[in-house]
């Protein structure tokens, strides 16, 4: 019987767990620090069993994954390498940076114990095992990255292990990891953050900004919405990309300033032309470290029941839907629902059937 253990059982843990559990040969354990989160764990059934002592936890463990906040990673390895061990126990984590806790590792490294970084670039803005997903992983890059120290064997079994999640992995070395991450996921967080503070003041002396700020502004900035203390650790642990990143970010800013201050029209049309041709040869609707949002807006009209006969439609045609938001109807204007899937195939059966059925669908 392979032990899977899992320190952290929330959105990222909780979604591993769901892919393990149930495996033939499998069996997972989870820990919390809270009782009330233990029992949680069980009662869900994400985990076969879990306990507050990572002792209990840890020990026979195979494989160990810490899917804790970014600054109690080290925390949580040092407390685990002071403990008795099974020998040859792979121990991996998901945290969204990689350099300080490779690192880390490394200076505290025990004969046959292996650390291998890990980050599974997938998730949300949501957090918490409630909202732990089976499919979450599912063809997302999940990075690892082994060093010069990690036997093979050790990088395999891990691997190997892995394959459950349905996650593509690569390898790819720490702090290239976190340059590259801190550019295409960290980056995006602030300037969202930053966005819609820059609104949310506007808003305060004229509330016709909130009212116009639907669709489009909506969905880039999803993100803003993510979890602060998350976030604070991420951006905080990634201190020096994130510098030179928001030095280059306020001269590009600066750049377009310039441009509109000199009523420099070709440079714009060009600034624009140099993002469009980069922006047109990302892969499509592949999963990438943001998730995409596969949202559909119906028109409804202020009568009862509509709701219900939406969602029944699309139960009966089996489309699963991941949200749903209603913006409240007035007598004037008809209501707007948005519906949210979890993926491109069903958003498009969803705009199929509804139209079929005579609603009004915008994306
Ligand atoms: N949320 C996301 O989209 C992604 C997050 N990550 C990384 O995964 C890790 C976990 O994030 P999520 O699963 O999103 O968070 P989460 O909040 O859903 O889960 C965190 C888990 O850690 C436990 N925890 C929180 N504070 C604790 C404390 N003070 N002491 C002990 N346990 C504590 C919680 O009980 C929970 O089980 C983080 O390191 C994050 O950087 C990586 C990829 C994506
Ligand atoms: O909500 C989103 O789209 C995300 O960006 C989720 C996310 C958060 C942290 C990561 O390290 C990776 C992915």
């Known amino acids: 019987m392979i032990k899977v253990a899992i320190f952290g059982v929330g959105l990222m843990g909780g979604s591993l767990a769901l892919c393990l559990k149930d495996k033939p040969g499998i069996r997972v354990a989870g820990h919390s620090n809270r009782p009330s989160q233990?029992?949680?764990?069980?009662?869900?059934?994400?985990?076969?069993?879990?306990?507050?002592?990572?002792?209990?936890?840890?020990?026979d463990a195979d494989f160990i994954f810490l899917c804790v906040p970014v600054s109690l990673l080290e925390p949580y390895l040092d407390e685990l390498l002071q403990m008795r061990l099974k020998p040859g126990c792979?121990?991996?984590?998901?945290?969204?940076?990689?350099?300080?806790?490779?690192?880390?590792?490394?200076?505290?490294a025990v004969p046959g114990i292996h650390f291998?970084?890990?980050?599974?670039?997938?998730?949300?803005?949501?957090?918490?095992?409630?909202?732990?997903?089976?499919?979450?992983?599912?063809?997302?890059?999940?990075?690892?990255?082994?060093?010069?120290?990690?036997?093979?064997?050790?990088?395999?079994?891990?691997?190997?292990?892995?394959?459950?999640?349905r996650a593509q992995i690569v390898r790819v070395d720490a702090?290239?990891?976190?340059?590259?991450?801190?550019?295409?996921?960290?980056?995006?967080?602030?300037?969202?953050?930053?966005?819609?503070?820059?609104?949310?003041?506007?808003?305060?002396?004229?509330?016709?900004?909130?009212?116009?700020?639907?669709?489009?502004?909506?969905?880039?900035?999803?993100?803003?919405?993510s979890h602060p203390d998350m976030w604070r650790d991420i951006l905080l642990n990634n201190r020096s990309v994130m510098l030179k990143?928001?030095?280059?970010?306020?001269?590009?800013?600066?750049?377009?300033?310039?441009?509109?201050?000199?009523?420099?029209?070709?440079?714009?049309?060009?600034?624009?032309?140099?993002?469009?041709?980069?922006?047109?040869q990302l892969p499509e609707r592949k999963k990438g470290v943001l998730t995409s949002v596969y949202d559909v807006y119906v028109d409804i009209p202020d009568h009862p029941g509509i709701i219900g006969q939406i969602a029944t439609l699309l139960g009966n045609h089996r489309i699963n839907l991941s949200n749903l938001h209603i913006s409240e109807s007035r007598a004037d204007v008809p209501g707007v629902l948005r519906l949210s899937f979890?993926?491109?195939?069903?958003?498009?059966?969803?705009?199929?059937?509804?139209?079929?059925?005579?609603?009004?669908?915008?994306?």
């Open 38 to 59: 233990v029992e949680k764990y069980v009662s869900l059934g994400v985990v076969d069993e879990a306990s507050t002592s990572m002792q209990e936890v840890a020990e």
């Open 245 to 280: 990143l928001m030095r280059d970010w306020n001269a590009e800013i600066a750049k377009l300033t310039a441009l509109v201050e000199n009523g420099d029209g070709d440079g714009i049309v060009r600034e624009f032309e140099r993002a469009g041709a980069f922006r047109n």
């Open 90 to 108: 792979i121990i991996t984590d998901v945290g969204s940076t990689k350099a300080t806790i490779v690192k880390h590792a490394r200076k505290r």
């Open 342 to 363: 979890r993926n491109e195939v069903d958003m498009d059966a969803s705009i199929k059937l509804l139209k079929q059925h005579s609603y009004a669908v915008q994306l």
């Open 175 to 225: 702090e290239q990891h976190d340059e590259i991450v801190g550019a295409i996921s960290h980056l995006p967080h602030m300037i969202a953050v930053a966005l819609v503070n820059q609104i949310a003041g506007y808003n305060e002396k004229d509330g016709l900004y909130q009212s116009l700020a639907a669709g489009g502004f909506r969905d880039i900035t999803r993100i803003a919405s």
């Open 116 to 165: 291998i970084g890990g980050h599974p670039m997938t998730g949300s803005e949501r957090s918490g095992v409630e909202v732990a997903d089976y499919n979450l992983y599912e063809n997302a890059f999940y990075v690892l990255t082994p060093d010069e120290s990690t036997p093979e064997e050790a990088y395999n079994k891990l691997t190997d292990l892995l394959q459950y999640t």
